[in-house]
């Protein structure tokens, strides 16, 4: 039974080992590396028989305020997506939940049919949509509701409407699958008890689909903060996110000490909200 149960799990530890743990480590071993004009472009760790670590890219992350900027505002920009994303996608999880089971693969359809286009084509599709003589601005134009085009792109809005079309589903998806499970006579009772239907939401639904709005929270916040597509095409040079800076300091700078030393400082910053969650997602199993 032992065998079994170690030859079950053994593939997929020893897939987390090679695609996550490894790279990981290679990651943390050229962050304390120094920059170097090579292929690549750091120094070894070991030369001469010797072991050579450094902190100085670390510091750097302390001293130079632009690496705060960049990850105040990737946090910033992940955390309000978050909120309007939850705030959008719990209507319409609790719709698709409550709808005839006939229509419900229809509409989840409908959720994830923007997977089966290219990610990348889709942002440029919003370029299209937003910029000056885009459509949004021809449409306001041409109604007469805007005397001279809005200015959509390059700016928050854009930035934070890019993240919120992208991962929307990421949301929906653990709000349908939670909401769908919760038993329509809880709400039943309730009202046969006298509550009110916006009573029985707050009292009942909302507390049980509460593991489903964790899930989503995670689902969005952690890939949200690392975004480097969006922010690059509909925010401009002036919006600051980490992904961005990561981006800079590999292909522009090639600094790969500098960047993975940000790679590991960022990964140390998720942890802490996704350990929050896991024990919010315990405590409330």
């Not at 072991?51 to 302390?62: G, I, P, S």
């Not at 309007?84 to 319409?92: A, E, F, K, S, V």
């Not at 709400?187 to 509460?210: C, K, M, Y």
């Not at 903060?225 to 981006?247: N, S």
């Amino acid at each position: 039974m032992n065998t079994r149960r170690f030859g079950l799990i053994a593939l997929p530890y020893a897939w987390l080992v090679l695609f996550f743990l490894s790279p990981l480590v290679i990651v943390i071993k050229i962050s304390v590396a120094n920059e170097a004009v090579a292929i690549p472009p750091y120094t070894p760790l070991f030369e001469g028989g010797r072991l050579h670590v450094t902190d100085a890219n670390y510091l750097l992350l302390l001293s130079d305020s632009l690496y705060w900027k960049a990850y105040w505002g990737a946090i910033r920009y992940a955390a309000i997506a978050t909120i309007l994303t939850l705030l959008i996608g719990y209507p319409l999880a609790y719709g698709i939940a409550r709808t005839p089971v006939r229509w419900r693969n229809l509409l989840l359809m409908a959720i994830i049919l923007p997977f089966w286009t290219s990610f990348l084509i889709r942002v440029y599709a919003w370029i299209g949509l937003l910029k000056e003589n885009g459509i949004v601005n021809h449409a306001l134009l041409s109604v007469g509701l805007i005397d001279t085009p809005l200015r959509l792109i390059d700016n928050d809005f854009s930035v934070l409407l890019g993240l919120v079309y992208a991962y929307l589903p990421f949301m929906v998806l653990p709000l349908y699958a939670q909401l769908e499970k919760l038993d329509p006579a809880l709400n039943e009772a309730a009202a046969d008890l006298g509550a009110r239907p916006l009573h029985i939401f707050w009292q009942v639904t909302l507390p049980l689909s509460l593991p489903g709005i964790a899930a989503g929270i995670l689902l969005v916040f952690i890939p949200a903060v690392g975004e480097f597509v969006i922010p690059d095409l509909l925010g401009g040079p002036k919006t600051l996110m980490i992904g961005k800076i990561l981006w800079d300091e590999f292909f522009t700078n090639h600094d790969w000490p500098t960047a993975s030393a940000l790679a590991i400082a960022m990964l140390v910053l998720l942890a802490l909200p996704m350990g929050l969650m896991r024990r919010l997602l315990r405590g409330i199993a």
